[in-house]
């Protein structure tokens, strides 16, 4: 879902939901959240996904169903502070996929859900009335490549709006004019756009182009170009929020399957069917599209795995920086004891404290009163010796904790994206193995052992994919060669993948290819486009102490390209 079909949605719940009163509040899988809402004698539910499939906002067609076995924490708030409250608003900030949901309870008082709809990083956040998180659905760490932190207890911070763009709102005719001068001629319109001016998607790009000019694909120079022209399509797009004029539709595709669908004709594309409301045509093109998930219930247990071992981590994590003296505080305990000796000649028997003039401030030294001053002094010198120690130590199990949440991060998106029994199984089992979840009383069966994608291009090349961290790690140090060139998602958990170069050059349009793959086995799939690692293998190196399917990057370029579902092998 773009900024445009969130506008329509916020919309539509605006007319149907505000002021209604929530009666029910449930999980239909781990990554949604639904809603009963009563208003003027009328019940409509309200799904919230943030899927990385298809994270998404609409009102559903019949009941939602239960589809957790435990309730989640988020789950659990939501039931305390919105259950029985009242939908006051929903607001869209700007052109920012992001919609604030205001509710008032009375007995809770006032609550706001934040759904934010943005690929990968989509989550949803229940805060309370001073904007402290209450709960997510998934929790944001520093270590795990985010740019803010999201978790209990934090005040909220917003996602951060688009840089370096050029805000829809404010874009004027000379605006335009100066970026279709520096659009290069043979560069598709549709791509200036967005990389251009916040709040668009490819979608709605290639219709503003063709409203324009009549060519979806047109560049800078087809002769029905204008700024004047362009500007006049933008000024209709950016005006749909506040003066309506919907007309959600859906395009098929040849063989009559969904291909997109927006709040507004899709006049670029053929084969439309008109909807009544936005909600209809998402519902139609995201049950094709998506589908039932047959692996739903081994997903879940794996999944909540996933969140037990990650829960253990944070809590030691925690633990680990309450442990960690300062510096300053390592020292102090040794300037104690040397205090105590400096003034040992007048400390008396049964004394509880000395007070010491060091010449820059007083201090204030507890004794033990059983205790004679050297003993009193040793005993601190021991306190410092041992917190010396464990400062030293800390570090390195931080860093391991930290290493431990990224391999979860790494399984996690995993175990979303696996398409059959055996790589979910093989993901649990490797659970199990870490030592990061308790392992089950009585002999497991073997699970059974999933394969990487193997791919011959056109060109002659295999390309071989791991689809989880099991297979990556037998992908880059079983099969792989020094020479053979190795990929891998930028800053995502995701595949590896490797080109055999068995002596050849490998040509840019094979790596190209390949990278794409890449992406596709990640959690940054529904990224527009998204920066790829690109080295040879021997520039590899595996982390000490870390997980399966866990690299040291020596050297390394990137490349940005679309992700790409690859061929069957």
């Known amino acids: 879902m773009d900024a445009i079909t969130l506008a329509a949605i916020r919309r539509e719940l605006d007319e149907t939901l505000t002021g209604g009163r929530v009666q029910a509040v449930l999980q239909p899988d781990a990554q949604s959240l639904a809603m009963e809402i009563f208003r003027e004698g009328r019940r409509e539910w309200l799904l919230i996904s943030i899927d990385a499939r298809a994270p998404r906002v609409h009102l559903l067609a019949e ?7 435990t309730d989640t924490p988020l789950l659990l708030q939501a039931r305390k502070r919105l259950r029985g409250a009242r939908l006051t608003g929903v607001i869209q900030p700007g052109w920012e996929r992001l919609l604030y949901l205001a509710f008032v309870h009375p007995r809770q008082g006032q609550s706001v859900l934040a759904a934010e709809i943005m690929g990968r990083w989509s989550n949803l956040v229940l805060n309370d009335a001073q904007g402290d998180v209450l709960s997510s659905l998934r929790h944001f760490e520093r270590h795990a490549g985010s740019r803010r932190i999201v978790r209990p207890g934090r ?3 917003p996602p951060s709006p688009q840089r370096g763009k050029l805000p829809l709102e404010l874009a004027r005719e000379e605006d335009v004019a100066r970026l279709l001068h520096q659009t290069p001629a043979g560069k598709p319109l549709w791509r200036a756009l967005v990389t251009g001016l916040a709040g668009f998607s490819p ?10 000019t009549g060519d979806a694909l047109a560049d800078v120079s087809h002769p029905n170009l204008t700024p004047a022209g362009l500007t006049g ?8 929020p506040q003066q309506g004029g919907w007309a959600p539709t859906a395009a098929l595709d040849e063989n009559d399957r969904p291909a997109a669908f927006a709040p507004y004709e899709l006049t670029h594309l053929g084969n439309l069917t008109p909807y009544g409301s936005i909600s209809a045509a998402a519902r139609f093109f995201y049950d094709a599209t998506l589908g039932a998930d047959s692996y739903a219930g081994r997903r879940r247990q794996v999944l909540a795995l996933v969140a037990q071992a990650r829960k253990k981590l944070l809590g030691r994590r925690a633990s680990l920086g309450e442990q960690a003296a300062g510096e300053e505080d390592v ?4 300037a104690f004891g040397e205090w105590i000796l400096a003034y040992a000649w007048q400390i008396q028997p049964g004394e509880t404290e000395l007070l010491a003039d060091t010449g820059e401030e007083t201090l204030s030294i507890p004794l033990d009163p059983t205790l004679s001053p050297s003993e009193n002094a040793q005993t601190y010198f021991a306190r410092y010796h041992k917190k010396k120690r464990a400062a030293a130590k800390i ?6 904790v930290d290493r431990d949440l990224a391999w979860l991060e790494q399984i996690e998106s995993d175990v979303r994206l696996a398409d059959n029994t055996p790589q979910i199984e093989e ?3 490797a659970l199990l193995a870490s030592g990061l979840v308790s392992q089950p009383k009585g002999k497991r069966p073997q699970a059974p052992r999933s394969q990487p994608v193997r791919v011959t291009t056109p060109e002659g090349f295999e390309v071989i994919i791991g689809r989880n961290a099991l ?3 037998r992908v880059t140090w079983k099969l792989a060669q020094p020479d053979d060139i190795w990929l891998h998602a930028q800053g995502a958990p995701g595949s590896h993948v490797i080109i055999r170069a068995q002596g050849r050059e490998i040509p840019q349009e094979v790596i190209a290819a390949a990278a794409g793959w890449a992406l596709w086995h990640s959690q940054a799939r529904e990224n527009t486009k998204s920066a790829v690692i690109v080295t040879r293998k021997r520039h590899l190196r595996k982390i000490k102490g870390g997980r399966p399917g866990q690299v040291r990057v020596l050297q390394q370029r990137s490349i940005t390209v679309r992700p790409q579902k690859p061929p069957a092998g």
Do not use: H, T
């Not at 979608?203 to 324009?212: D, G, M, Q, W, Y």
């Not at 570090?395 to 391991?400: D, E, Q, Y």
């Open 471 to 473: 297979q990556n790690e």
């Open 427 to 429: 993901l649990r089992e």
């Open 203 to 212: 979608l709605a790009a290639r219709e503003i182009v063709f409203r324009a």
């Open 233 to 240: 399509v933008l000024d209709w797009f950016r005006s749909l």
């Open 331 to 334: 020292a102090r305990l040794r």
């Open 63 to 69: 009941k939602a169903r239960r589809g957790l076995e």
């Open 395 to 400: 570090p390195g199990l931080l860093a391991a």
């Open 155 to 157: 005040a909220y911070e």
